[in-house]
């Protein structure tokens, strides 16, 4: 193996590369022999990013090197067929990844199914994706999230099922289980002057200036009722010369009869990139921000008016601790491209030790709302200033 892993580098030094995308302080590069690969994924990069391109030097430069190749698959391949693996489970739809060690420094990752179709091959901070067939993006930014994830969890934070925005300044984190109406809630905030950090996952840390939120590159999936709530955006997803950047927003164009009392919480969703969001709304995208407030939606569709409440510290501890993803993140179930530095144990001791902190630390709301939600915001906002 270690022939193909000589011969992989002395490739690498042949193909095209991307320009530098930086996520906080680590920096990835991209290689492939077919620039048009080089563009798609930087297009892909670029529909997430917060920041852009970034010509600084970083203290972590990851590169990851995209090689269809039936032929170099094939023969990894037969040479990992009689060696030792450990099997892990990788994400939350059943998915497992056969996992080899080879030598002291490298390893590979190949899915188990009855047809795999490609191998990763870690060796230090570069990544070489081996496909047997076509170039697949998604596997390329899979990787990216990934290592951002667990760099993120050496570097101290910790992972929430969570958004968050920012209003003059002041962070403001809204959390809570899944149909509770953290996007709807998220979204009536940034219509009314908020800008965007995140939404579904939102990284925290505790640091001697407060809590710092930062966001982790992820689509904002909206529900039918909530677009059909937003007259500007019901529009754009009924409009079939608009362009998107993920396939969801046929099944919803599908059903066109939407009704905001039931869909609300609907499973069919509209995924939208921050580069999206943007464009849509003209808000501003911002990496990072400061914590204040912590809000628990509330979605009620038989009031008009919204209801806020403080909440009980134990009850909101609890409630937070619930949706923290620190250590097992339910789309993340085992780390497997980037190996945490620490334990499953230390790190659930730690974010329980972050959560009782914020909690004492920061206000803490539960807001129930109906659809009207978008036009009461500001107040809201003022509020939270």
């Avoid at 990216?144 to 760099?151: A, K, L, N, S």
């Avoid at 002041?170 to 908020?194: E, H, R």
């Avoid at 969703?269 to 990496?287: C, D, G, H, P, R």
């Avoid at 501890?317 to 993803?325: F, N, R």
Wanted: net charge negative; charged share 30%; proline share 2%.
């Amino acid at each position: 193996m270690n022939d193909i892993i000589y011969e992989l580098f002395n490739r690498k030094k042949e193909l095209n590369k991307s320009k530098g995308y930086t996520f906080y302080d680590s920096q990835f590069h991209f290689y492939s022999p077919n620039s048009r690969d080089l563009d798609k994924i930087d297009k892909l990069i670029e529909d997430y990013s917060h920041t852009g391109v970034d010509k600084m030097n970083h203290t972590r430069q990851f590169e990851i090197v995209m090689i269809t190749s039936p032929v170099l698959f094939e023969n990894m391949f037969i040479k990992l067929k009689n060696m030792e693996h450990n099997l892990i489970k990788t994400f939350k739809d059943g998915i497992f990844h056969k996992e080899y060690l080879v030598g002291n420094e490298s390893t590979i990752y190949i899915e188990e199914t009855g047809n795999p179709c490609y191998l990763i091959l870690k060796v230090d901070l570069c990544y070489f994706i081996i496909l047997k067939n076509e170039v697949d993006l998604n596997l390329a930014f899979r990787v990216v999230r990934e290592v951002i994830f667990r760099t993120s969890e050496d570097d101290g934070f910790i992972m929430f099922h969570a958004g968050a925005v920012v209003f003059k300044e002041s962070g403001i984190m809204v959390c809570g289980d899944k149909a509770s109406g953290k996007t709807t809630m998220l979204l009536s905030l940034i219509l009314n002057g908020a800008d965007y950090i995140s939404n579904d996952r939102l990284l925290v840390k505790e640091t001697k200036q407060g809590f710092l939120m930062k966001y982790f590159p992820i689509s904002m999936r909206i529900g039918r009722g909530t677009i059909a709530a937003i007259p500007q955006l019901a529009k754009k997803v009924n409009d079939n010369g608009q362009k998107w950047s993920r396939p969801q927003v046929e099944e919803i164009r599908n059903q066109v009869n939407l009704d905001e009392r039931e869909d609300f919480g609907s499973a069919v969703k509209l995924e939208i990139t921050s580069k999206e969001l943007k464009e849509l709304f003209a808000v501003n995208l911002k990496e990072q921000a400061n914590l204040k407030t912590i809000i628990f939606p509330k979605i009620n569709l038989s009031i008009s008016d919204i209801h806020v409440s403080e909440m009980d510290s134990k009850k909101a501890a609890t409630l937070l601790q619930e949706q923290c993803m620190s250590p097992l993140d339910e789309n993340w179930i085992e780390p497997w491209l980037k190996k945490r530095r620490e334990t499953d144990q230390f790190i659930l001791e730690y974010s329980e030790k972050l959560v009782d902190h914020m909690i004492e630390q920061t206000k803490v709301y539960q807001i129930e709302f109906g659809k009207n939600i978008f036009n009461d915001s500001q107040q809201l906002l003022n509020d939270f200033e």
